[in-house]
């Protein structure tokens, strides 16, 4: 049998919080239906007490289980295993329980990670811009790829904020961590050499992108809303 498999570092604890948020994500998506728990039932072609086991208690769908689950939901199966959607982010109702957290600087620099998506701001001369970029983090700051001239070049010595962020539609919950400093145009031959041998995020939009920007940090500030 394929099982389905969530996302999870192999560990039991992983595992059960991803199949938690599996089913924060099916009950999400019933109720923006206005199905009940049978009503869903039936669309799947499962038994009211088999769904509850798949969803709430832990068991394991097959791929056959999950295709005609998604369907039910008006989904696909990725979507429930990922979150996703066509949408903005946000759009489920804010759940009870829920607080807002300050976020140590070690840990908002944890939760840059590696590399990503973030978003730049910055003032230009058509006034205050926010644009997504590719980024990669070494040595503590903010690197990325663009073309010289647009406005995710900023200025060399100006100052901007750059911000990434999560959320979980499903548990109503996130955070953000936001950084502010000071833009460097890397075009010493030897140091582009190095970063693009180092970075991990290549440009999504594609195209002539060679202009190296890094982002020094002055401030390195995070938040997250959770239960609590």
Same mark, same amino acid.
């Given at each position: ?53 798949? !969803?709430? $208690? *832990? =068991? ?11 369907? &039910?939901? #008006?989904?696909?199966? /990725? ?56 980024? !990669?983090? $070494? *040595? =503590? ?11 995710? &070049?900023? #200025?060399?010595?100006? /100052? ?69």
């Amino acid at each position: 049998m394929n099982h389905m498999t969530t996302p999870s570092d192999g560990s039991p604890d992983a595992a059960t919080a991803a199949l938690g948020v599996l089913a924060a994500r099916v009950a999400l998506r019933r109720r923006q239906l206005g199905l009940s728990h049978d009503q869903l039932a039936t669309r799947a072609d499962m038994a009211p007490r088999y769904l509850t086991l798949l !969803t709430e $208690l *832990g =068991g394991e769908f097959d791929a056959d289980g999950l295709q005609r689950l998604a369907r &039910a939901l #008006e989904t696909t199966p /990725q979507e429930l295993l990922e979150g996703g959607g066509d949408g903005p982010p946000g759009q489920a109702l804010a759940a009870p329980g829920q607080g807002l957290r300050r976020l140590g600087p070690e840990e908002s620099r944890d939760r840059l990670g590696s590399h990503g998506v973030g978003r730049v701001g910055l003032a230009t001369p058509d006034g205050p811009a926010v644009v997504p970029v590719n980024y !990669t983090v $070494l *040595g =503590g700051a903010i690197v990325y790829r663009t073309a010289p001239g647009t406005v995710a &070049a900023a #200025e060399p010595g100006s /100052q901007v904020a750059f911000e990434v962020d999560q959320v979980d539609d499903a548990l109503s919950r996130g955070w953000s961590v936001l950084v502010v400093g000071t833009v460097e145009h890397v075009t010493e031959p030897a140091a582009v050499s190095r970063l693009a041998e180092q970075a991990a995020a290549e440009p999504w939009a594609g195209g002539e992108r060679h202009l190296w920007v890094r982002i020094h940090p002055t401030r390195v500030t995070g938040r997250a809303i959770r239960a609590t």
